[in-house]
């Protein structure tokens, strides 16, 4: 067996550039599958560590207010193991020269064990001396170079509150700080959590002895869907506005959606790699095996059986598995930690439990193994028919024939003598052709699909931010005020139009099927806030009945014209019954929508709003009305549309570097199967194409032969390409929508262009570097190496 070794390394020598070109795939899919799931473990396992040590609740129950006492009521309940009671209120910030949103959120006075307890990264807790101490957010004291001792000034209900910083701290409350479900990306600088005492939260807000917010932790093994239904019961005196579990809870449910994604990816994309690797060993290997019968006869006839010959080629396989597991899993293991620091920027866990996984080697050396050796076996395993005499003569040739396009005479006379011999070859070896193509296929579809997250983002961006919020202002009330009540923000200068918006939280059911989501009420017509069917056409909104975003309706089984329960959770309210007058479109959040005038039916109010969304004669001095706004009375937060926007399309780096992955990913592939089986073309056509090179063709008409070739191949895998990845990434943008965002799946003309403009440069590359090949093929030692 010494002898069959030191001839396979003589093997890869010979063909050391097919074998580094399918080496670098297995590689590349060992690196995504160990790297992608070290980064999925990671993440799960800091955030569950986190989430543990410091009591991340299981329920949240948003109140209007309640008597601070309604938390031993809680407690009393069944599956309920512990609850804290808080006020937890927005308010408004001009900080760093920049507008921005602060979250308050109540502390005990003195440090104890709480639901939601806090981590101190520096400073202390609060002290028995001055009452207006804040602890902050550790990411917006950095975004905002904040320091120990600085004093920030928050304006709450049109006063300017003085508190001193005395601490950053973190939360597993917001390991996501989103200020709400209709955000993608956070924005530190313009918003941040902020911590202070009890006592001065209820002075302040005039919650005196009253809460707003409990936090509950769950027994083990309790089912969170029946405690919501106990507190919805017990505490319907109390106004319930809603009550969430980790998976609606905004910071969790980004972090949960995120895990998910990377698992599914892990165990998906590698696969491909692995596939396209198989398929490149299963030709290669059987034109090798084909290329060399004359060295298997000899081997057989010197003694080696058939399982050492079999053996000795299947080694080829397993040396490529091996190796690229080895490779592999080094460099994935490494780069999932560097992965994970990199994407927990966005949400900051701990990294204690951020480790190396040794147990995903021998998955991954499995899959490679299993992937290699299944494809070598079976284009090696004709090596049992080879008789030896046989073997150790010239094969025969096969029989030759007409090709399909032969026997169309009008075309087949009219194409050239180059083409004819290029279309002979593609039909002669089709299976060849066709497996090929399938690597092309790949890559032009994963191509597709990094090229489409970018249009489906941009598309959806462009339609919340450019036509369905058509507003320059929105400002939150900390109350309900009736709408003649905002008539006076009219008068401040530079407001051009203004429309007022209820946004509630209700409890829509059908049947069994429910579900705690949005409710928005605007003027009949609106065009600040407008509604959009699937079209994109706006929507005048019903005067009875809802309208119900798709997603919404699609979770509770309801189509237009359905009747459904719709309970507020205002004090008082009883559910009543609405139809469902209509499907809408809804990227951001899950809301139910209706018009002002019907307000008094559902809801038996008059024309009342908690915000309102303003228009601008000119957006220079949005600044300017930002700040009036802020000293009216009433005003809980003042929101700019620009900022907004601004701050997602700063935070899409991650994104940015996916698609640039995948585009790298795509070319690797493409250029790795293009160059073997173009090679083992050459190898297979040397006397063909040297019996050519006498007959006095040149250079340039040698290397069309194989070039041409390999563009046929690719147009063909880019067309079979393209519907597939459409088809995956409509499926990659379905899986990736959650209750918080949807995708849409749009794929721009331009986007097909670019990506077949980009396969074919890729081809390019590959033939340039298959050039020296083809020139350095020697006449004379081929056409004399069968004599």
């Known amino acids: 067996m010494n002898i069959l070794f030191r001839n396979l390394l003589r093997d890869i020598k010979k063909s050391k550039g097919q074998f580094v070109s399918i080496l670098v795939i297995v590689i590349l899919g060992v690196t995504f599958y160990t790297s992608i799931n070290s980064m999925f473990r990671n993440l799960s396992n800091s955030s569950v560590k986190y989430y543990e040590d410091y009591k991340l609740a299981d329920l949240w129950v948003d109140l209007y207010k309640a008597p601070i006492g309604i938390k031993e009521k809680v407690e009393e309940l069944p599956h309920v193991k512990t609850a804290t009671g808080r006020i937890v209120k927005d308010a408004s910030i001009n900080i760093s020269g920049e507008n921005a949103t602060l979250r308050f ?32 957010d550790q990411d917006f004291f950095k975004a905002n170079d904040l320091k120990l ?37 956070p924005d530190n600088k313009k918003f941040g959590i902020i911590y202070i005492k009890q006592s001065f939260g209820e002075a302040i807000f005039d919650f005196k002895g009253s809460i707003n917010n409990i936090s509950i932790q769950l027994s083990s093994g309790s089912d969170a869907k029946t405690v919501k239904d106990d507190i919805k019961k017990n505490l319907k005196n109390y106004g319930v506005k809603s009550v969430i579990d980790r998976d609606e809870q905004t ?49 057989k006839a010197l003694g080696f059986t058939n399982i050492q010959v ?48 040794g147990e995903l080697v021998l998955p991954a050396s499995i899959l490679t193994l299993f992937f290699c050796l299944f494809a070598g076996y079976h284009s090696c395993k004709v090596i049992f028919k080879i008789m030896p005499s046989e073997a150790m003569r010239e094969k025969s040739p096969e029989i030759g024939k007409k090709i399909i396009i032969e026997k169309v005479k ?38 597709l699909v990094a090229l489409s997250m970018k249009d489906s983002i941009d598309f959806m961006i462009s339609q919340q931010y450019g036509s369905i919020q058509n507003y320059d202002v929105k400002v939150n009330f900390s109350k309900l005020l009736s709408v003649e009540e905002l008539n006076k923000i009219k008068n401040i200068p530079h407001v051009k139009a203004i429309e007022p918006v209820l946004e509630t939280g209700v409890e829509i059911s059908n049947g069994w099927r429910s579900k705690d989501v949005g409710f928005t009420a605007l003027v009949k017509d609106p065009q600040m806030y407008r509604v959009e ?121 991650a994104m940015k570097s996916s698609i640039g992955v995948l585009i790298m990913l795509a070319a690797v592939l493409l250029i790795a199967v293009v160059y073997n089986i173009a090679t083992i073309n050459i190898f297979e056509r040397q006397r063909e194409l040297a019996t050519l090179k006498v007959l006095g063709f040149k250079d340039n008409e040698i290397k069309k032969l194989i070039f041409n070739e390999n563009y046929i191949i690719t147009l063909f895998g880019i067309a079979v390409g393209l519907p597939l990845g459409r088809w995956l990434g409509a499926a990659i943008m379905s899986a990736s929508s959650t209750d918080a965002y949807s995708f849409p799946c749009v794929i721009e003309f331009k986007t097909y262009i670019i ?30 190496n069968k004599e």
């Open 105 to 136: 959120i109540t502390l005990p006075d003195v440090k104890k064990d709480i639901v939601n307890d806090i981590v101190i990264k520096s400073g202390r807790y609060f002290s028995e001396g001055d009452s207006n101490q804040c602890l902050v």
């Open 755 to 784: 990506t077949i403009v980009l396969t074919l440069i890729f081809t390019v590359m590959t033939n340039f570097i298959l050039m020296k090949k083809i020139k350095s093929i020697d006449m004379i030692e081929v056409l004399k």
């Open 533 to 653: 069917d699937k079209s994109g056409k706006a929507i005048s909104l019903p005067t009875s009945g809802i309208l119900m975003s798709e997603k919404l309706a699609n979770t509770l089984g309801v189509k237009a014209n359905d009747s459904v329960n719709i309970k507020f959770f205002y004090p008082g309210k009883e559910k009543k019954e609405v139809v469902v007058k209509g499907i809408v479109v809804q990227y951001l959040g899950l809301s139910t929508y209706t018009s002002m005038d019907n307000l008094n039916t559902v809801l038996g109010e008059g024309m009342v709003a908690n915000s309102a969304v303003i228009k601008l004669d000119n957006s220079a001095f949005e600044n300017e009305v930002k700040s009036k706004l802020r000293d009216m009375a009433a005003v809980n937060s003042v929101e700019s549309k620009t900022d907004a926007l601004n701050a997602l399309l700063k935070n899409m780096g």
């Open 251 to 299: 910071s969790t449910m980004m972090l949960t959606q995120e895990i998910k994604k990377l698992q599914s990816m892990g165990g998906t994309f590698p696969i491909i790699f692995f596939m396209v690797a198989s398929v490149i060993i299963y030709i290669m290997m059987g034109r090798m095996v084909e290329n060399q019968r004359v060295q298997i006869g000899v081997l």
């Open 310 to 357: 079999l053996t000795y080629y299947m080694c080829y396989s397993a040396l490529i598995a091996v190796s690229g597991s080895l490779i592999g899993s080094i460099l994935g293991t490494y780069m999932g930690v560097g992965f994970t620091k990199l994407i927990n920027q966005y949400f900051n866990l701990p990294l204690e439990g951020a480790k190396i996984y």
């Open 149 to 185: 001792g600085d004093y920030i000034y928050p304006i709450i209900n049109g006063n300017k509150v003085k508190l001193k910083v005395v601490a950053s701290v973190k939360s597993p409350e917001y390991v996501y700080t989103l200020k709400d479900a209709s955000e993608l990306m």
């Open 410 to 447: 009008v075309i087949w006379e009219n194409i050239s003598y180059l083409w004819k011999i290029i279309l002979r070859n593609l039909f002669r070896y089709k299976r060849r052709a066709l497996l090929t193509s399938l690597g092309i296929i790949f890559s032009s579809a994963i191509l």
